[in-house]
C-alpha cells in the first residue's frame, strides 16, 4: 500500500537553462509561510528552507514566517481559510490527510488551493546517544519483552503520523502496533528534546531533521523508512533490512494557498517553486537535510492527496486508529 504511495511521489528534473528562464519570468514579491507547529520541526523547516532558497536566489523578494500551533494543524489551517491572504503559503504534509481522516479538525485539503508537493523526507527511528539500544533489533527486543516500558515519542498527535510509523515497524517486525506507547509532542523539536532529556526512550521522526543531531553524535539512527539507504547517510540501515520487514514510508511535504486563490496567483507560486530545484541555493538547503526531491503541482497534487487519503486511510484501519 505505502510502496505505492512512494512511487507516486515522482522526481522532477528540470534543466538549468528552463528553470532560470523561468526564475526570470516569474518572480513572486512576496510570501507569508505560515507554519502550522513550533519552531524545530519538520514544517517549520521545509518552509524556512524553502524560504531561505527562494530569497537568496532572487526567485522571491521577500519572505516572513509565522509559527502557529494548535489544534493539531488545525488552527492555522482556520487561520488561512479565514484570511484568504493571496500571499500566504501554508506549509503541511502528510498529517493534513491523516487529522482530517480522524477529524481532528473539520477542515480538509480540499478546503484550500493545493500548491505543489515539493519534497519527501522518510521517517526514522532514533535513540540518544547513551541509550543502551544500539540496533533496531535491541529495540524490538526490549519492546517485545515489555511494551509499556518502552515510550516512544513523536512530535505529532495521538494517531498521527508518527504514531502511525512507529506502529507500521512494530508491525511489520512482527510485533502488535496497537501495544506502541506513544508519546505525543508539540513538534518535533520538542520530540527531540524529550529523547535528549530522557523522557522517552525512542522517538520517530523525519530522517532530515535527525540527520544533524546524528552528524554531532547527539542520537543513534536506528533505522530509515526506506526500501533502500539514502545517499545522504549510507552507513544508515533500512527499517526493513533491521527485521521490520517491507516497511517503507515517505512523508510528503508541500504548499497550500487560500481558497480562492487566484488562478495567476497559483500560477506564479508554481512557477517560483519549480524555478528553485534548478538553483544552488536549493542544493545546499536540499543536501544539508536530507531531502529527497518530489514535485507535483496543482492538479497533479490534488490527485495524488485523494490517492493518499484511500491508501493511508485503509492502513489506519488495519491498525485500528480509525
Known amino acids: 500500500m505505502l510502496k505505492k504511495l512512494t512511487a507516486a511521489l515522482a522526481v522532477s528534473v528540470f534543466t538549468l537553462a528552463a528553470s532560470a528562464g523561468l526564475a526570470q519570468a516569474q518572480t513572486v514579491d512576496e510570501i507569508k ?24 536566489s532572487g526567485i522571491v523578494g521577500s519572505a516572513s514566517y509565522e509559527n ?18 493571496q500571499n500566504t503559503l501554508m506549509v503541511n504534509s502528510t498529517p493534513i490527510v491523516i487529522r482530517s481522516l480522524q477529524k481532528v479538525f473539520p477542515q480538509s485539503f480540499r478546503d484550500l488551493t493545493p500548491i505543489a508537493g515539493i519534497i519527501g523526507d522518510y521517517g526514522a527511528i532514533v535513540v540518544g546517544k547513551n541509550s543502551d539500544i544500539n540496533d533496531l533489533g535491541g529495540l524490538l527486543a526490549a519492546y517485545k519483552a515489555d511494551p ?30 496497537t501495544d506502541v506507547k506513544y508519546i505525543p509532542y508539540d513538534a518535533g523539536g520538542k520530540a527531540m528534546a524529550g529523547l535528549l532529556s530522557g523522557e522517552i526512550a525512542a522517538l520517530t521522526t523525519g530522517f532530515g531533521e535527525a540527520l544533524e543531531l546524528a552528524r554531532q553524535g547527539e542520537v543513534k539512527v ?18 526493513d533490512e533491521s527485521g521490520s ?22 500560477a506564479q507560486f508554481v512557477a517560483a517553486l519549480e524555478a528553485m530545484y534548478a538553483t ?29 487519503e484511500e491508501e493511508v486511510g485503509g492502513l489506519m484501519k488495519e491498525l485500528g486508529f480509525l
Request: charged letters at 20%; a negative charge.
Open 148 to 177: 509499556t516500558a518502552i515510550a516512544i515519542g513523536g512530535g505529532s498527535v495521538a494517531g498521527g503520523m508518527d504514531h502511525l510509523i512507529a506502529a507500521l515497524v512494530m508491525k511489520n517486525a512482527g510485533e502488535s502496533p
Open 222 to 239: 536506528l533505522c530509515v523508512t526506506a526500501m533502500k539507504r539514502l545517499p545522504a547517510a549510507p552507513d544508515t540501515p533500512t527499517c
Open 245 to 266: 520487514k517491507g516497511t517503507d514510508f515517505v512523508n510528503w511535504r508541500g504548499f497550500f494557498g487560500a481558497p480562492g486563490l487566484s488562478d495567476d496567483k497559483k
Open 280 to 308: 544552488p541555493e536549493w542544493v545546499a538547503v536540499r543536501d544539508r537535510n536530507g531531502w529527497v526531491e518530489i514535485f507535483n503541482p496543482g492538479d497533479d497534487f490534488t490527485s495524488f492527496l485523494e490517492q493518499q
Open 33 to 56: 509561510f505560515l507554519i502550522p507547529g513550533g519552531a524545530g520541526g519538520g514544517w517549520d523547516g521545509t518552509a524556512r528552507g524553502t524560504g531561505e532558497a527562494l530569497t537568496k
Open 68 to 85: 502557529m500551533s494548535g489544534g493539531g494543524g488545525g488552527k492555522a489551517i482556520a487561520h488561512i481559510i479565514e484570511t484568504k491572504d
